[in-house]
Structure formats: structure tokens, C-alpha cells
């Protein structure tokens, strides 16, 4: 079963629940994903569907090639690898040039994983990059505040460790995001609860990685606007009965009129 598909990061917003609770929402845009290559254990040694998205401009020979089996009608931009176990059956996957939609991965509710590029940010110092505090800012230390401070030991070891968090460039680095929540399903869009990395228009993948049973849906739209019609409906409603009131008051009066000339 095919438990992953790739979007790209649209705007961040804001949704409501059913019981009134607000939460904030990523949109994700994932259009119709065409399966350009299927890999068996037999010549592979595992199993993955392939996936395309995007257009490129410009594509090369060898991305036509790779692509001719699958029908698709521009070269795609990027290309992403669903794995899937090892005792998949073949004759249930889509075949090769098959479309899949949001809706055949996902649906509200799901749990799952994001994985995306995060936002770069050039090079920081250890304040922003690492939440270090900083020195103080009195004693002496006017031009402390922000510094990293000691870097080593003493003669032993005598030499900085490996992986010592220091300034350094921040950010364009692979993030996944755990255990977010699907909300909303539509055609080309997903709705995500939370905040996923990655700027607008850059690349996700969406693993699905269970099920939540206490799933509260999204309060709809719809349902506000069926309440508005129906209120509409209702003073339409009463609006005409006042006018036929008032019809029947002016008759009266007529023949009231009529038997007084008499």
C-alpha cells in the first residue's frame, strides 16, 4: 500500500474545528502524481514506486528516455521515490504511467510525517543557530554578550571535539517534522495541521504513519454558508407573510369603507 506523496509547501493559515478550537494549518499543493518507474526486488534489490512533480523547462535526453514509458507530456522537475515493504504485492500497485491523487494516499485524520528543505538563513552565531544564552552584559563584558565563549578544554585533551556547536551556516538543511495531522483532504490541496519547513513553493513529502482515533474534523464552510441560507430562507419566509398581512388589512378596510358609503 502506497503510503506516501509529494506536494509542494503553499500558504499558512488558520482553521476551526468543530468544538470551536483554532489551530494553525499548512496548505499543501499536491496536484495529480504520475508513477514514472516501478523497482522490483528482483533487479533492484527493494521495492519503490517513483514518482514525478513539476515541469522542467529544459529537460536533458536522459530524463526524455527515462521518462518515455510513463506518457507524460513534460518532463517533470523532480523526481521522488516512494519505498514500500519488502512483501508488497506487485498486482495492487499502480502500473507505470497510473495517476495518483491526495485522495488515494491520505484522508482527514491520517498522522503523519513531513520531510522538506528548511528555510536558509546564512551564516548565524551561536545566539540564533544554537539558543546559547550569552554572557553577561555587565563586569566588563560589553562586547560579550552574544559571543560563544569557551570553545576547549585544558591540556588535556588539548584540541576543540568534533560536532562542537559554534557559528556556522543556518538552515537549507533536510528537516522532518513528526506526527502532524491531516485535516482536510481536496482535490489538489492538503490541509495540514501545524507548521511544516520549507519556503512557499518548495518541495514535501507526506508519509503517512497512522491513524488518529480521536479525530475532530474541521468546522466547514459549507455549513456556514447552508446556516446564512437558511436564515435568508427564514426572513424571506416571514417577509411574505407580513406583505400577505398586510393585504388582507387593506381589503378589510376597503369593504369597511364600501359599508360606510352605503
Do not use: C, W
Not at 500558504?11 to 478550537?21: A, N, P, V
Request: net charge positive; charged share 30%.
Amino acid at each position: 500500500m502506497i503510503n506516501a506523496i509529494i506536494g509542494k509547501k503553499q500558504s499558512q493559515s488558520q482553521r476551526f474545528l468543530e468544538d470551536g478550537t483554532r489551530i494553525p494549518v499548512t496548505e499543501v499543493y499536491v496536484p495529480a502524481t504520475p508513477v514514472v518507474l516501478i523497482k522490483n526486488i528482483d533487479k533492484d534489490g527493494y521495492i519503490a514506486l517513483q514518482l514525478a512533480h513539476g515541469t522542467k523547462k529544459h529537460p536533458s535526453k536522459a530524463l526524455l528516455g527515462h521518462i518515455r514509458g510513463a506518457n507524460i507530456k513534460v518532463a517533470p522537475r523532480f523526481l521522488r521515490e516512494v519505498r514500500l515493504d519488502s512483501d508488497s504485492d506487485l498486482e495492487t500497485l499502480p502500473k507505470v504511467g497510473d495517476i495518483l491523487k491526495a485522495s488515494d494516499v491520505l484522508k482527514p485524520g491520517d498522522i503523519v510525517d513531513v520531510v522538506g528543505v528548511s528555510k536558509g538563513k546564512g551564516y548565524a552565531g551561536v545566539v540564533k543557530r544554537h539558543h546559547f544564552k550569552g554572557g553577561p552584559r555587565t563586569h566588563g563584558q560589553s562586547d560579550r554578550e552574544r559571543a560563544p565563549g569557551s570553545i576547549g578544554q585544558t591540556t588535556t585533551p588539548g584540541r576543540v571535539y568534533k560536532g562542537k556547536r559554534m557559528a556556522g551556516r543556518m538552515g537549507q538543511e533536510r528537516v522532518s517534522v513528526r506526527n502532524l495531522k491531516i485535516v482536510d483532504v481536496l482535490d489538489e490541496k492538503v490541509v495540514v495541521k501545524g507548521l511544516i519547513p520549507g519556503s512557499v513553493n518548495s518541495l514535501v513529502m507526506i508519509t503517512k504513519m497512522g491513524e488518529d482515533k480521536k479525530f475532530v474534523p474541521l468546522y466547514k464552510e459549507a455549513k456556514i454558508e447552508e446556516t446564512a441560507s437558511n436564515a435568508a430562507d427564514a426572513k424571506g419566509a416571514k417577509e411574505d407573510q407580513s406583505d400577505k398581512v398586510e393585504k388582507v388589512d387593506e381589503v378589510e378596510k376597503a369593504g369597511e369603507g364600501k359599508e360606510n358609503i352605503k
